[in-house]
Nanobody, 130 residues
């Protein structure tokens, strides 16, 4: 069982920044693709960004159009951590943010399909409000 723990959520004013972290204790961390998802009240969970397994080649990244150029995903295999740095936050970014992972077996990009992800963290709240 892979355990994922998110941290870094909080409240911020519009235009502000936050960095979320997703940490796992799994020793084979670099073989997993990691995604960040969010779920706002009354809405479906949606993928924000993901990063491919670094064991299969250079990192490949996907970002949703709604956050492209504002959010940056990165991984630190030495620390078993994937970060999501969020800039120029908007009220519509308010949601519970989850990290998730799956064991990636095929080279290529990470999945943008929520059903691919096998392991989930508990989530961290991000609130953007003036």
């Amino acid at each position: 069982q892979v355990e994922l723990v998110e941290s870094g959520g909080g409240s911020v004013q519009p235009g502000g920044s936050l960095t979320l972290s997703c940490k796992t204790s799994d020793f084979a961390f670099n073989t997993f693709a990691i995604g960040w998802f969010r779920q706002a009240p009354g809405k479906e969970r949606e993928e924000v960004a993901c990063i491919s397994s670094s064991a299969l080649g250079p990192d490949k990244i996907y970002s949703a159009d709604s956050v492209k150029d504002r959010f940056t995903i990165s991984r630190d295999n030495a620390k078993n951590t994937v970060n999501l740095h969020m800039d120029r936050l908007k009220p519509e970014d308010t949601a519970v943010y989850y990290c998730a992972s799956y064991f990636q077996t095929l080279a290529g990009g990470c999945s943008d399909y929520i059903g691919t992800y096998d392991y989930w963290g508990q989530g961290t709240q991000v609130t953007v409000s003036s």
